[in-house]
């Protein structure tokens, strides 16, 4: 557990509602409530002032104040992070919920500048609006913010064709640690003029300022999507799987999500008014979604890539989804697997990394080394093959006593974790290392990447106001 930050003077709080005014805080317990615990109830924490700025300017005065103050400061956009980083222990907390202007979509530039308390849900709304597609999806977009999406540098489920948040953003616009403006708002595909200090601040966690807006980077929406849920044997040929559907659509894959059976049982036991498409559940099943440029396109090249995976004995079964509200029933039944585990009583939750290539040994070595740690636990898998990142999660023996199984997650996940580094892969692939992970990575990553990044932290945040416990 994080130590908290020393208290704040009354004489700092009085200065800050005077900046902000009656509509940019709240000391109300109610309206602080939902703020200071995170989605999965893991970290709950206290605040003295919740700051609700209404502009970047607002944003600048809350943190010249903080900063003359020594006032350590949380951003805050969506509370949907996985790694506890936006649950203050103490510290001021900053929501970017009232920022929440599109300042611009300019479809020739193939960009939108939005304010970062946008959600995501709506950022693709607004490209949509535009006939433009911007790709970032996750489970939680409807509430995860543009800055938080940002912040986390986050991932989610079409990364295999466009990338992750970083490869989103064209422009940024933040309040750095001393209440400056940095105003990088720029629309420019190339600008090599030095060190790129808007990729400083993707995957900063709330460390280095408080992103405010965002130019993002828009796409051609695809004329046409096509959507299959497939059974295979075994982890290793959803990758075979995978470099044959890239092969075969010219790149057209736009997910592709590995499940193991457990997960896909737990979602059906758990989750109200949801099938399984194939009877009985597969080992592994594999959702994928083709898209292309051309009307009638992605079912053909769908059509054709099974036909070849079936010959080839690549996959056993395979459900093709015949209409929009299908598509939304087959990912719905891979979005809800983080929800499915939560009835099972908690469990060691791994967002792991890996190459691709050596996703299925990995996944029967850490396997093996979890049943010699903990004979019984039960393993469910899911993730991103394309990415090779697995949400790698262990969950206690039907009937197990839970409280007994939670107190062995560290040394569990270290299990698991020491396994990633033998792979030369990552403990955390797209949620961040926020409280969770902050004192376990170092293990991992080598001297010379730890003290750069804080020396880095040191240059741009002296006092080290920006999220204190995060980082290094
Ligand atoms: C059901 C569910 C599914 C998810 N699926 C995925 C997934 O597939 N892929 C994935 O990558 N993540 C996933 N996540 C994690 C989460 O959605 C992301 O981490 C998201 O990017 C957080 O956005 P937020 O606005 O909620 O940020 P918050 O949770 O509020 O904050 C997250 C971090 O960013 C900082 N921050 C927030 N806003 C700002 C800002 N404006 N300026 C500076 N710092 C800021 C905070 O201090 C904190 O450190 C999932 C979460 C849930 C609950």
């Not at 009232?98 to 193939?110: E, F, H, K, Q, S």
Request: proline residues 6%; glycine residues 10%.
């Amino acid at each position: 557990m994080t130590a908290p930050s020393p208290a704040v003077l009354p004489i700092v709080l009085d200065e800050l509602k005077a900046a902000l005014g009656p509509a940019g805080w709240s000391q109300d317990p109610f309206t602080l409530a939902p703020h200071l615990t995170e989605w999965r109830g893991r970290w709950t924490g206290e605040t003295p002032i919740l700051l609700t700025p209404g502009s970047t300017e607002e944003v600048a005065k809350a943190v010249s104040i903080c900063a003359a103050n020594g006032v350590a400061i949380i951003p805050q956009g969506g509370n949907t992070g996985l790694v506890g980083g936006q649950i203050p222990y103490g510290e001021v907390l900053l929501s970017t919920r009232r920022l929440r202007a599109v300042r611009d979509v300019t479809p020739l530039d193939d960009a939108m500048t939005l304010e970062a308390g946008i959600t995501l849900l709506e950022a693709q709304q607004h490209a949509a609006a535009a006939d433009r597609f911007f790709p970032l999806s996750l489970a939680a977009e409807g509430t995860a913010t543009i800055g938080g999406v940002i912040s986390t540098n986050a991932g989610g489920t079409q990364v295999l064709r466009y990338g992750m948040m970083r490869d989103q953003v064209l422009g940024i616009e933040a309040v750095m640690p001393n209440g400056e403006i940095f105003n990088g708002l720029k629309r420019l595909r190339k600008d090599n003029t030095g060190y790129d200090l808007k990729q400083l601040l993707i995957g900063a966690e709330g460390t280095l300022g408080v992103v405010t807006a965002a130019t993002l980077k828009l796409y051609p929406v695809m004329r046409s999507r096509a959507v299959a849920m497939v059974a295979l044997e075994t982890a290793a040929a959803s990758v075979e799987l995978l470099a044959r559907a890239r092969a075969e659509t010219g790149g057209g894959v736009e997910a592709f999500e590995l499940m193991k059976r457990l997960g896909a049982e737990l979602v059906i036991k758990n989750i109200p008014d949801t099938r399984w498409p194939l009877d009985p559940i597969p080992e592994w099943s594999v959702l994928i979604e083709i898209a292309s440029g051309t009307p009638g396109g992605a079912e053909a090249q769908l059509d054709a890539l099974l036909e070849v995976a079936f010959e080839e004995g690549l996959i056993t079964d395979a459900a093709i989804a015949q209409n929009d509200s299908q598509r939304a029933a087959f990912w719905r039944l891979r979005e809800e697997h983080s929800a499915a585990l939560k009835p099972e009583g908690g469990g060691w939750k791994h967002d792991v990394s890996v190459p691709i290539s050596r996703i299925a040994d990995y996944i029967d070595e850490a396997t093996a080394a979890v049943e010699r740690f903990h004979p019984g636990a039960r393993v469910s898998v899911f993730g991103h093959v394309g990415d090779g990142n697995l949400h790698y999660d262990i969950l206690p023996a039907v009937g197990e006593d839970i409280p007994a199984f939670i107190a062995r997650w560290k040394e569990g996940s270290q299990v698991v974790h020491d396994v990633v580094a033998r792979y030369d892969g990552s403990i955390s692939a797209e949620h961040g290392l926020g409280r969770l992970k902050t004192d376990e990575v170092r293990k991992y990553k080598s001297p010379l990447e730890v003290e750069t990044m804080a020396a880095i932290r040191r240059a741009i945040d002296p006092k080290r106001i920006m999220n204190p416990a995060v980082l290094f």
